[in-house]
């Protein structure tokens, strides 16, 4: 589910998985690789140290856009319950000014709920931009986390 209100995004996302299996694919650089970035993107790089303070970028890939990187610094982490980042296009986009994004995770009857916020979009264009990608790179991670929680209540180690 996508909400827009003037020059802000909140998309929310329910994963069939526990809160600490969700958050712990945003925690671990090596999971958030897989899934991070639209589909038909590939990430070919990521600096992510979830740590409050630590920079952060990025670079990934897809055949019709090209190489497309961005950056930021997070800002908080409250562990399976809250990341806040900022998040920026590099400026050789010339997309956006720099944005800040949280990231809410609760539980509901066993599942997670995952809200997405960020804000302020210097223009209703730019912010309508983002609906698209954010919810394709959802759509990644939903895959990627059932799948990783699938595996794990069947005993497979991942």
Known sequence: MSQIRGDELLIERE??????????MWES??????W????????????????P?????????????????????????????RIVF???????????????VTVTFAERNGNTVQTFHQAPFSTVAIRD???GGWNSLFN?????VENFAIAERNGIRT
């Open 36 to 51: 991070w970035g639209p589909e038909k993107f590939t990430t070919i790089e990521l600096d992510w140290d979830l740590k």
């Open 53 to 81: 303070g630590q920079p952060w970028r990025g670079t990934m890939t897809s055949e019709q856009y090209g190489v497309s990187r961005f950056s930021g610094v997070i800002r908080e982490v409250e562990r399976n319950k």
């Open 86 to 100: 900022t998040f920026q296009w590099d400026e050789d986009s010339g997309r956006d000014r720099d944005t800040l």
């Open 129 to 131: 931009s983002h609906v």
């Open 29 to 34: 650089r090596d999971h958030m690789i897989r």
């Open 15 to 24: 994963f069939k998985a526990p809160v600490a299996l969700v958050f712990r």
């Open 140 to 144: 990644k991670q939903q895959v990627y």
